[in-house]
């Protein structure tokens, strides 16, 4: 649970837009995603290469995760992006179209080979992979134990549907099965799972939907288009009263074992478990978030359960 | 030249009156009666009747150098003030004053009567052209600035005579009886108006919609109206009101707001009995929607919302979230069409809004206000009367009064207009005091002013992203750098006055 993270909304912000770009600081979501990929054209790509640093190199307190969608690594752009924002120390990386593990793991090659020219502890910059096709979910498993700096796994229902030859709809039958292997796979690695965007940004009530759908199948967040989602979001995802209730309850029971100087912690007569313990200390973290608690979390309980 | 307390650079005299300078927003008083108006006597049988606004303005008694006002309920559909105009132009009387309650970009058809010397002042706020010609110096004619409550203030204390008010009554019957319910050019309440009708010496009421006697309701009775003047059209009834006013949907806008509501919640007003005024603006109207969704969670039953009403204020009295409206103007279709159905929709003056010399004004009962700002300083003053290139393009309004008179005045903002810091070393206006402002709240941080610690420390307590407003300045500062400050003649083109007569700032012809 140490370098816990809560990724319940990772907006994407256009990485050729100075307005959006110099808005980063005040929107409430848990991570941004700067884009060069698609929203950026061709025609701008250069210039959006160095805005982003530009804008990475002056937005030194950063207040939430920072990740930037490079181009795919097989076409011309995708190195220059990572040339051009390495330096400027985004926290990690969302790749596109990583359809195999192979390519996250050429990936996690080239950035250590940055970290080492840049003096920079190995592993530093994270990964977070799209998975967005057909190919990619099947592969899915693999790719997410193709390296540890893999932060997650992130779902893309557009080009999915696309690789698949059908429409998306907004009931979401047709990303059922796709969502729960991408779950699977990131639950079994270890990692988390972060579902695509809902693209409607005028539907509130859809997105609702969709997002308390995707909690249950186990996503730990939704990527988004629009700073007004993130509210909705954030609201589906806070943590019931009885869950932190209980979290709480956890914790103490944690730390009267500590006292006692046992190992085994009990709680109402049930041993309460390492899986129990992540769980708790996830749902408190979450509840600190959307200010429902303020309590200091002991670091030395939490590590002492790993 | 003077200095006011607020160190701001004032003439001795202006357009031949002494400056009083602003020294705080609450000891000054006037120990004087209130204005008086001539006594009349309409007989039996007598018609108030007229055939045209030649015959009106013949009628009245307008001669050189006198006053005239109208009311700007019909905003930037009004064709009335420049009839009138053109009227006393084709007359030959020159050297007149406007104390109109405000002046919108459509009176811009006034500029060519200013050069003539039919206009030689306004007495009055003056939102947009003339203001901006007024500012390059092009135009001769002084200016004083003045609140809503200021304006009546003004009036009722004989400060500005008005020799001639030409009401805009969108119903009206032969004998005078008005209201802004029903017509074609239908603008809900009449609240600056009423002032004019007790006090100026003459009263018209023009009509585009003369009805039989009575009308009704009655807004503004027969007992203060001289003359009716039935005409084609008193405007453009879509500029009239706007349609429809909608929440802001950028998500700056919105983050804004969210911070306002939280502002709101932590200051512990937000209880039964709580009262609110917001603008019709788009971040103000979130303001009013996450301000709506607090009083349904937690069941609270507001007493009265007031200021400029919109159709969001309309509902929330519907849905028994607030006891009643006072409503001093309309600002949309939706709050028109209320205010002649709903009972607790109550029509008000400007005098009873906010005038600060009566027995008590209606801001003053305020809990909490939402304003906005072109600029505002590190001491929370607040500037909203002239535009960063330095023109005066906007009135008061009420912002003054509210400020003054609610206890929790919050300023909402964008950190950054265009490319400009909305925070200042040093204001291009001075419009509204410091010492009135509680809370200014940008998508970037909120500042809170010192005087209020507790709620400073209940905001930090729920992790509210409050800065001391320095520091907001320095964090602005860093994306948009620092300002150099605009270039001033030394001419003086308008005065700023305090919502109690004394002068808060002058504006000067920008230099070019």
Known sequence: MAGFQLRRSLLYVPGNMPSMLQNIPIFQCDGVMIDLEDAVPLSEKDAARSLVRSFLQTYTER???????????????????????????????????????????????????????????????RILPSIESAEGVINCIKTARSTK???????????????????????????????????????????????????????????????????????????????????????????????????????????????????????????VDAPVVKRAVRVLKTAQAHGLIDIELNEEVIYGQE | MVRNSLGRLLPETFNGRPVLPYADPFSLRLERDHASRPLRRVNPGQSKLLGSLREAVEASGLKDGMT???????????????????????????????????????????????????????????????GEQASKGELKCP??????????????????????????????????????AFGPSACGSLGYAHTDALYAKCVVAVTDNLVPYPAAPISIPQTLIDYVVPVETLGDPKKIVSTTTRITRDPVGLQIAHYAAQVIEASGHLKDGFSFQTGS?????????????????????????????????????EEGLFQALFDVQ?????????????????????????????????????????????????????????????YLLHNTGGHSDTAAGAKLAIIVAPSIRGRLPIV??????????????????????????????????????????????????????????????????????????????????AVRKVKE
């Open chain 1, 63 to 125: 207040n939430k995760e920072v990740l930037v969608r490079i181009n795919a690594l097989d076409t011309k752009w995708g190195h220059d992006d990572l040339k051009a924002v390495l330096p400027a120390l985004p926290d990690g990386i969302r790749l596109p179209k990583a359809d195999r593990p192979e390519i996250v793991e050429t990936l996690d090659t080239l950035l250590t080979e940055f970290e080492e020219e840049l003096g920079l502890e190995i592993g530093r910059f």
């Open chain 1, 149 to 271: 700096r893999l932060i997650g796994l992130a779902f893309g229902a557009e080009d999915y549907t696309a690789s698949l030859e059908i429409e998306r709809t907004k009931r979401g039958e047709e990303l059922f099965a796709a969502r729960t292997r991408v779950v699977w796979a990131c639950k079994a690695a270890g990692i988390q799972a972060i579902d695509t965007i809902f693209s409607d940004a005028g539907d509130m009530e859809g997105l609702r939907r969709e997002t308390e759908l995707i909690k249950t199948l186990g996503f730990s967040g939704k990527s988004l288009v629009n700073p007004r989602q993130i509210e909705v979001i954030h609201e589906v995802f806070a943590p019931k009263q009885a869950e932190v209730d209980y979290a709480l309850q956890v914790v103490e029971a944690i730390q009267r074992a500590r006292e006692m100087g046992t190992g085994v912690i009990s709680l109402g007569g049930k041993m």
């Open chain 2, 68 to 130: 005239i006002a109208t009311h700007h309920h019909l905003r930037n559909g009004d064709v009335l003030l420049g009839q009138v105009v053109r009227e006393i132009d084709a007359l030959g009387i020159r050297d007149i004053r406007i104390a109109s309650s405000s002046v919108h970009p459509v009176h811009a058809e006034l500029i060519p009567y200013i050069e003539k010397g039919v206009i030689s002042a306004f007495e009055c706020g003056v939102n947009g052209p003339i």
């Open chain 2, 143 to 180: 200016i004083i600035v003045r609140t809503h409550g200021g304006r009546a203030r003004s009036i009722i204390s004989g400060e500005v005579q008005v020799d001639v008010a030409f009401i805009a009554a969108p119903t009206c019957d032969e004998y005078g009886n008005m209201n802004g």
């Open chain 2, 281 to 317: 603006g788009g971040i103000s109207l979130a303001v009013a929607d996450n301000v709506r969704r607090m009083m349904r969670e937690q069941k609270v039953k507001g007493s009265f919302g007031c200021g400029g009403i919109t159709g969001y204020f309309v509902d929330m009295l």
């Open chain 2, 330 to 390: 309309c600002f949309d279709l939706k709050a028109v069409e209320s205010i002649g159905r709903n009972p607790g929709h109550m029509e008000i003056s400007a005098d009873m809004y906010a005038n600060p010399f009566n027995a008590g004004a209606v801001v003053n009962r305020l809990d909490c206000v939402i304003l906005g700002a072109t600029e505002v300083d590190v001491n929370f003053n607040v500037n909203v009367n002239t535009e960063s290139t330095g």
């Open chain 2, 424 to 505: 200042r070393d040093e204001l291009t206006t001075v419009t509204t005091p410091g010492e009135t402002v509680d809370v200014v709240v940008t998508e970037r941080g909120i500042a809170v002013n010192e005087k209020h610690v507790e709620l400073k420390r209940e905001l930090e307590r729920r992790k509210v992203p409050v800065r001391d407003i320095r520091q907001l300045q320095e964090e602005i500062y860093n994306v948009t750098g620092r300002p150099r400050p605009l270039e001033f003649e030394d001419e003086v083109v308008a005065l700023i006055e305090y919502r109690d007569g004394s002068i808060i700032d």
